[in-house]
């Protein structure tokens, strides 16, 4: 994100967040979008149209032997010659789920020659999920942190999101076979026990979930060098909105849900705001004492004390954002307003639909 000069209140982040409550895009064959999220989020029409196939066929392009696709590349230009093929199945950043879901439009959209392509993608989020039921960064493996059950900014989250609604039949899925839906609909089920079990309970209470977790031990496990085994105050957000979407949620999901809204409650940091600014001409970000302002959330916290960690490439534990180097916290998000709208909106929302009491 280019730095920009502006305070970060809780209220303008809820705001930059809520992509779900983004209005669809108008766009024209003259008038192409760009590669990005926004791609799902165009006018019906547009899906049908030649350049919308046109652009189809590029993103299949880039769709590798094993089915995935790559992240953080423009998959409307065509394949580089030196691309790494090893880097092309990944479902971080939006790698293969935007394109199955870019390409499900415009199939419904009336463009089945791209059905193949999609069904080869979705066959390789089934053969990547493990057995525990999650999925790891990058499939096949390739060793390392990469193949820990990865909710690091919503990548598992992403999958279960698209396979609950290809088992569903919802639009823009419709399509999909019988056998691909029931499939879908116990890759849910696998994940969503997944879930359940890696949520950390400490002291008979639930809490959050870690951004990794161990693919065998399921304890929270280290990505980076700066994200460490911890409790989420961003990843946790996500998990939690997808076992509020399950139509009839079992006890258990329920009392998950409960957990870790309860400890987004407790480990809320009131009175303070974010602010972008410059240290010798390069970007950064402080947070100040702000009265009344917030409550923000960390994006680690330790799993015994709930106190919020920074942490540089040093891997070094700190109590601030202002002991950590520069470039990581210009780099990075350490705080945020990730569960405001959740708490605020989504969860009452929520106990309403279940005919629970407000609390």
């Known amino acids: 994100m280019s730095p920009r000069r502006l305070i970060l209140t ?4 809820l705001v930059l967040s809520s992509s ?26 547009w899906y049908g149209s030649d350049a919308a196939r046109q652009m189809a066929a590029t993103v299949m392009l880039h769709q590798s032997a094993q089915g995935g696709w790559p992240k953080n590349t423009d998959l409307f230009a065509p394949p580089r010659p030196d691309a790494d093929p090893g880097l092309a199945n990944t479902i971080d950043n939006d790698g293969t789920t935007l394109p199955l879901d870019f390409l499900a439009r415009v199939i419904s959209a009336g463009d089945a020659g791209a059905k193949p392509a999609f069904d080869r993608g979705l ?46 039949g919802r639009s823009p899925y419709g399509f999909v076979d019988a056998t691909r839906r029931a499939r879908a609909a116990e890759a849910v089920q696998a994940g969503t026990a997944l879930i359940l ?16 977790h161990d693919a065998v031990t399921f304890e929270p496990a280290w990505a980076r060098r700066f994200e460490p085994p911890s409790l989420s105050g961003n990843e946790s957000v996500g998990i939690v909105r997808f076992l509020m979407s399950i139509d009839h949620p079992s006890p258990e999901v329920i009392a998950a849900v409960e957990g870790a809204v ?5 480990v809320a940091l009131p009175d303070l705001r974010v602010e972008t600014i410059e240290t010798d001409g390069k970007p950064d970000r402080r947070v100040v004492a ?24 040093e891997s070094i534990a700190r109590a601030s954002l202002a002991e950590i180097e520069q470039e990581r916290r210009a780099g990075y998000h350490y705080v945020g307003t990730w569960p405001a709208a959740l708490i605020n909106v989504d969860y009452p929302a929520w106990r309403t639909r279940l005919g629970l009491t407000a609390r």
């Open 290 to 313: 702000a009265p009344g302002e917030g409550p923000l959330w960390a994006r680690f916290y330790d799993l015994q004390t709930d106190a919020p960690i920074f942490m540089g490439r």
């Open 20 to 45: 779900a409550l983004a209005p669809a895009v108008a766009a024209t064959p003259a008038d192409t979008p760009a590669w990005g999220s926004q791609v799902v989020r165009l006018a019906p029409a």
């Open 123 to 168: 066959d390789y989020l089934f053969e990547a999920q493990s057995p525990s039921g999650g999925w790891p960064q990058f499939y096949p493996l390739r060793g390392g942190y990469y193949d820990q059950i990865t909710y690091n900014d919503d990548a598992m989250v992403h999958v279960l999101r698209l396979l609950q609604t290809v088992a569903e």
């Open 262 to 266: 309860d400890w987004f409650r407790a």
């Open 10 to 13: 809780s209220a303008l982040a």
């Open 197 to 212: 079990k890696t949520q950390v309970r400490r002291n008979g209470r639930l809490t959050a979930w870690c951004a990794q």
